[in-house]
C-alpha cells in the first residue's frame, strides 16, 4: 500500500545561468551551515559507452569504464541541488506570499549536440521536458566555472564533513561532480582512485546513495525509479511540474530524509559511502 503523501509546498526553483552564478552560489554557501544534506542530480544527454555484453552481469571494472567514459566524452546538460536539514526541511525564501521553500537548477552551456557524443532519444526526451539547448549554449555556465565557485564555497577540508552528500541511483552524478570539481579533468583511471577522490573532496566519506539504502530495506522497491520510490514512501512530490535536475534533487531529498526518520541510524550507514561498489559499479 502506499503512504499518503501530504501536498508539497509552494517550491521556488532558482534557476542558475552566467548571469547569476556567483549571487546564487554565495547564497548556497551561506545556507549550507543551517542545511547541511546536500542532494544532487544531473543531466546528461544520455549513455553512450556500455560494459561489453559476455551474457554475465558486468563487473564493477567493466562498469566503473562505462561510467568514466560517458562522463569525460557527455558534458552535463543540468545540475540540480537541493540544500535541507537533519529533519529535512528545505530553506525557504520570501518574493512573495506565502513564503516558499528553494532549491536550484544549473543551466550549463557545455553540451552541443552538433559536437558531443550522445543518445538522440535523450536529447529528444531532454527537449520534450523542457530544456532549450541553444538558449542553454548562451546563457548558461561552463562546468569548470560552477565547480571552482563550488570549492570555493565548501567547508575547508578540516571541516567537510560536517556536509552529507546524497543521491538517487547516484554514480552518474557523483562522476559528474567530480568531474566539475577538478576542473573539466578525465575521471580517474579506476574505480578505487575513483571512490578515493569523490571521499576526499567531498569529505568524511559521508556520501550516501539512497537508492541503494532503500533497496536494502525494502525488497519491494527493488529497481523502482525515483517517482515510484517517492510514491510509495508517501514523500510530497510538485503536480504537473517537468521532472528535470532540480525537481529530482528536491524528490530525491525527501527520499533521503524519509529513509532518515524511519529509524536508520547514519551509524548503519558508516559502510555505505561506496554504494558505487555494492551496486553501480
Known amino acids: 500500500m502506499h503512504a499518503a503523501a501530504a501536498p508539497a509546498p509552494p517550491l521556488w526553483l532558482?534557476?542558475?545561468t552566467a548571469a547569476n552564478l556567483d549571487s546564487e552560489m554565495?547564497?548556497?554557501?551561506?545556507?549550507?551551515?543551517?542545511?547541511?544534506?546536500?542532494?544532487?542530480?544531473?543531466?546528461?544527454?544520455g549513455v553512450v559507452h556500455h560494459p561489453p555484453y559476455t551474457g554475465s552481469r558486468p563487473t564493477p571494472d567493466e562498469i566503473y569504464a562505462a561510467l568514466k567514459s560517458n562522463v569525460d566524452e557527455v558534458p552535463a546538460v543540468q545540475i540540480g541541488i537541493t540544500l535541507s536539514d537533519a529533519e529535512g526541511n528545505l530553506p525557504t525564501r520570501s518574493?512573495?506570499?506565502?513564503?516558499?521553500?528553494?532549491?536550484?537548477?544549473?543551466?550549463?552551456?557545455?553540451?552541443d549536440a552538433g559536437r558531443d557524443p550522445h543518445v538522440v532519444d535523450s536529447v529528444e526526451?531532454?527537449?520534450?521536458?523542457?530544456?532549450?539547448?541553444?538558449?542553454?549554449?548562451?546563457?548558461?555556465?561552463?562546468?569548470?566555472?560552477?565547480?571552482?565557485k563550488l570549492l570555493a564555497i565548501l567547508p575547508p577540508p578540516s571541516r567537510r564533513g560536517e556536509?552529507?552528500?546524497?543521491?538517487?541511483?547516484?554514480?552518474?552524478?557523483?562522476?559528474?561532480?567530480?568531474?566539475?570539481?577538478?576542473?573539466?579533468?578525465?575521471l580517474p583511471e579506476t574505480r578505487q582512485q575513483f571512490m578515493q577522490l569523490v571521499k576526499s573532496r567531498?569529505?568524511?566519506?559521508?556520501?550516501?546513495d539512497s537508492k541503494y539504502l532503500v533497496e536494502h530495506d525494502r525488497q519491494?522497491?527493488?529497481?523502482?525509479?525515483?517517482?515510484?520510490?517517492?510514491?510509495?514512501?508517501?514523500v510530497r512530490q510538485q503536480e504537473g511540474v517537468k521532472m528535470l535536475a532540480g525537481h529530482k534533487s528536491v524528490v530525491a531529498a525527501a527520499i533521503f530524509a524519509t529513509i532518515r526518520s524511519q529509524?536508520?541510524?547514519?551509524?548503519?550507514?558508516?559502510?555505505?559511502?561506496?554504494?558505487?561498489?555494492?551496486?553501480?559499479?
Open 202 to 208: 567531498l569529505g568524511g566519506g559521508r556520501i550516501f
Open 26 to 45: 554565495g547564497l548556497i554557501g551561506e545556507m549550507m551551515v543551517q542545511y547541511p544534506y546536500v542532494t544532487i542530480d544531473v543531466e546528461f544527454a
Open 163 to 186: 556536509l552529507t552528500w546524497s543521491a538517487f541511483g547516484g554514480a552518474y552524478d557523483m562522476g559528474y561532480l567530480l568531474k566539475m570539481l577538478t576542473g573539466g579533468q578525465p
Open 14 to 16: 532558482r534557476t542558475m
Open 125 to 148: 526526451f531532454l527537449k520534450n521536458q523542457g530544456i532549450d539547448f541553444d538558449l542553454a549554449r548562451q546563457i548558461g555556465v561552463t562546468s569548470t566555472a560552477f565547480g571552482e
Open 95 to 111: 518574493s512573495s506570499s506565502p513564503e516558499q521553500e528553494i532549491a536550484w537548477e544549473v543551466v550549463f552551456s557545455d553540451f
Open 263 to 281: 529509524g536508520v541510524s547514519p551509524p548503519a550507514w558508516s559502510y555505505r559511502w561506496n554504494f558505487i561498489v555494492h551496486i553501480y559499479l
Open 220 to 234: 519491494d522497491l527493488r529497481n523502482a525509479g525515483l517517482r515510484h520510490t517517492a510514491d510509495v514512501l508517501g
